[in-house]
Each structure stands twice: as C-alpha cells, then as structure tokens.
C-alpha cells in the first residue's frame, strides 16, 4: 500500500508516518513546514522519517490546489489518507484568524477533492478536535453529543471540516473517518502546548501560567496510545450509503493540569515557579473523552498513564533541550 500523510513533519503526523514505515508501507509525505513554531523541531522530525526505505517527502501547502495535485495523481498508487496537516493552536486563533480557515477549511477541501480523483481510495483518515465539544458539561463527551457551540475559531474550522466530509461522503462516497484527538502528548510534541512550555519555564526558571489555579481537567493522550488508534482506524473504512463517520481518541481519564505539573516537577528534579490567571474565554474546564465507539471498532484500549508519559516526554526533552536550547 501507498499512504498519503499530510502534516508528515508534525508531531501526530511525524509518529504515524514512522508506525507505517515500519509495518512495511510506502508513505508518501506532505508538509509545508512553516514557523508556527520552531522548525528546527519539524526538520529534526522529518530527517528521521527520511532516513527510512519507503518514506518520500513533498513540501506542500495543502491549500495550495496546484501542488496538491501534482502530488495527488490519479496514477500515484495512494491507496488511503491520513489527513493531519492543520493550523493548531486554539489561543493562535485569535492572532491569526486567517491561517485557520486557510489551512484548516480550504486546506481541507482541497484534500477532499484530492481524495475524490483517487481511484479505488479504500480511507480517508482525518483530524478533529475535542474543541468541537465546546464547553459541553455533560461528560464523558461522546460523539452522539451536539457540537454547534465552538468556543475557539480553531474548534469552528474543525467542524466544518466534519461537516463538509460529510458531504463528501454522501456525494462521492469516499469512506472517511475523523478523529477527535484529546489532549495529545509525549516525545517530540509541540512546543506550544502546556506540557512542553511548562517544561521549557521550568528548565529556564522562568514562571509557568496557571488557569483557574490548575485546577483545569484534560484528557491526557500519550502519542504511542494515538498512534495505535490512528492505525487502527485505517484498516477499517465506513461503509453504507453516507461512508462517514467521527470518532472519539483519548485516554478515557481525567486529570488535573496542576498533576500534569507535578509531574513534571518530580520528572525534572526541579520546583516550578506558579502564578494563578483567569481562564480565558476559549479554554474549557474539562475534558474526557468516551472512546468506546473506538474500541468496539479497532480494539482501541490506551494503555499509557500520565505517570508513565511525562517522564518519557522529559527524558527526550532533556536530550532536545540540551542539543537546541
């Protein structure tokens, strides 16, 4: 098989792609790798993907319809799609709102219609969001839950990519399920979420930002957890009329950021310095995803504790950390 991974040189994208890799498939991979943060993070990645039998790299920006398809040909033997490129971030919506519908929306469009000239495609596998879920009290959150309430333009663009594979769906018949990632970490992440910046603030001295006092709840998901789910997925397209579906991928558990920290604490043998701020407006307080949608579906069953991860996370940062800076 050939599979098409976009966002290869990302942190989801960059560990799926090595899953693939080594399970003997071909992987042909997209990425525009821009500064949203440090590239250096995404070239390191992609080096190591690239120093790998079967691996072919294009640097493309999935709202670029042109250069799409020039990867994307009817004869390019891709056979399933792992869709994960996007512009992340919810706090970075508000900076640039544009990029978001630009990456997230149009990009996706533009993988859909990719999608669409490919013959006999049996998967198009794609990344949602637990933002979708907006500020939803009632957990754990399910997929049969409404979603018409984003709190973040980030979470606004991810529904419309649901939506609009929806439509594909029905139109086209291209089987495609979403994935509605919770709260991803662990080696080689991203250095704009919590985890990694707490530990870059921790390191430096520097003071780290608590909402509501850490008090705020996620649903930590270690990477080797969501990449056995992601795989998972893969081998089992919808089918029926609408060939569509969304589905939950999270650790079913719920804990506090102010463990996450501790953690971190205990991982790098140093105090964090703590300073309380609001909550902003597009942060939720919890999260806690039901996954036994997946688990019925691919045996999907995260084995990995918050206990566990972080201290693999730490080990590899202090490698990156001492190398990069």
Same mark, same amino acid.
């Given at each position: 098989?050939?599979?098409?991974?976009?966002?290869?040189?990302?942190?989801?994208?960059?560990?799926v792609a090595e899953a693939l890799l080594a399970?003997?498939?071909?992987?042909?991979?997209?990425?525009?790798?821009?500064?949203?943060?440090?590239?250096?993070?995404?070239?390191?990645?992609?080096?190591?993907?690239?120093?790998?039998? $079967?691996?072919?790299?294009?640097?493309?920006?999935?709202?670029?319809?042109?250069?799409?398809?020039?990867?994307?040909?009817?004869?390019?033997?891709?056979?399933?799609?792992?869709?994960?490129?996007?512009?992340?971030?919810?706090?970075?919506?508000?900076?640039?709102?544009?990029?978001?519908v630009q990456s997230n929306v149009m990009g996706?469009?533009?993988?859909?219609?990719?999608?669409?000239?490919?013959?006999?495609?049996?998967?198009?596998?794609?990344?949602?969001?637990?933002?979708?879920?907006?500020?939803?009290?009632?957990?754990?959150?399910?997929?049969? =839950?409404?979603?018409?309430?984003?709190?973040?333009?980030?979470?606004?663009?991810?529904?419309?990519?649901?939506?609009?594979?929806?439509?594909?769906?029905?139109?086209?018949?291209?089987?495609?399920?979403?994935?509605?990632?919770?709260?991803?970490?662990?080696?080689?992440?991203?250095?704009?979420?919590?985890?990694?910046?707490?530990?870059?603030?921790?390191?430096?001295?520097?003071?780290?930002?608590?909402?509501? $006092?850490?008090?705020?709840?996620?649903?930590?998901?270690?990477?080797?957890?969501?990449?056995? $789910?992601?795989?998972?997925?893969?081998?089992?397209?919808?089918?029926?009329?609408?060939?569509?579906?969304?589905?939950?991928?999270?650790?079913?558990?719920?804990?506090?950021?102010?463990?996450?920290?501790?953690?971190?604490?205990?991982?790098?043998?140093?105090?964090?310095?703590?300073?309380?701020?609001?909550?902003?407006?597009? =942060?939720?307080?919890?999260?806690?995803? =039901?996954?036994?949608?997946?688990?019925?579906?691919?045996?999907?069953?995260?084995?990995?504790?918050?206990?566990?991860?972080?201290?693999?996370?730490?080990?590899?940062?202090?490698?990156?950390?001492?190398?990069?800076?």
């Amino acid at each position: 098989m050939t599979i098409l991974v976009t966002g290869a040189a990302g942190f989801i994208g960059s560990h799926v792609a090595e899953a693939l890799l080594a399970r003997g498939e071909a992987v042909i991979g997209l990425d525009n790798l821009n500064d949203y943060y440090d590239i250096r993070l995404k070239q390191a990645r992609l080096d190591r993907l690239s120093a790998r039998p $079967g691996f072919s790299f294009h640097r493309v920006d999935i709202s670029d319809r042109a250069a799409v398809e020039a990867v994307v040909r009817p004869d390019s033997g891709i056979t399933d799609i792992v869709h994960l490129a996007a512009q992340a971030g919810v706090r970075h919506s508000l900076v640039d709102p544009y990029s978001y519908v630009q990456s997230n929306v149009m990009g996706h469009l533009t993988m859909l219609e990719a999608a669409r000239r490919l013959p006999g495609l049996r998967h198009f596998v794609y990344a949602s969001t637990s933002s979708v879920y907006g500020a939803n009290r009632d957990l754990p959150f399910r997929e049969e =839950d409404r979603v018409d309430t984003p709190v973040s333009l980030y979470a606004a663009t991810k529904r419309a990519d649901e939506l609009m594979s929806h439509s594909y769906a029905h139109l086209f018949k291209i089987p495609q399920t979403g994935l509605r990632f919770f709260t991803v970490y662990g080696p080689w992440g991203r250095p704009d979420m919590a985890y990694f910046s707490f530990a870059q603030a921790i390191v430096s001295g520097r003071p780290i930002s608590l909402y509501d $006092g850490g008090m705020l709840k996620r649903d930590f998901t270690y990477i080797d957890d969501i990449v056995a $789910g992601v795989v998972g997925c893969l081998a089992h397209p919808p089918a029926g009329d609408v060939p569509a579906r969304v589905l939950n991928i999270g650790n079913h558990r719920c804990e506090e950021v102010r463990e996450l920290v501790s953690l971190l604490e205990q991982s790098l043998g140093r105090k964090a310095i703590m300073r309380t701020v609001p909550r902003p407006a597009m =942060d939720v307080e919890e999260t806690f995803a =039901d996954v036994s949608a997946i688990g019925a579906l691919t045996g999907f069953a995260p084995t990995t504790a918050l206990s566990e991860g972080i201290p693999r996370f730490v080990a590899w940062f202090k490698e990156w950390h001492a190398a990069n800076g």
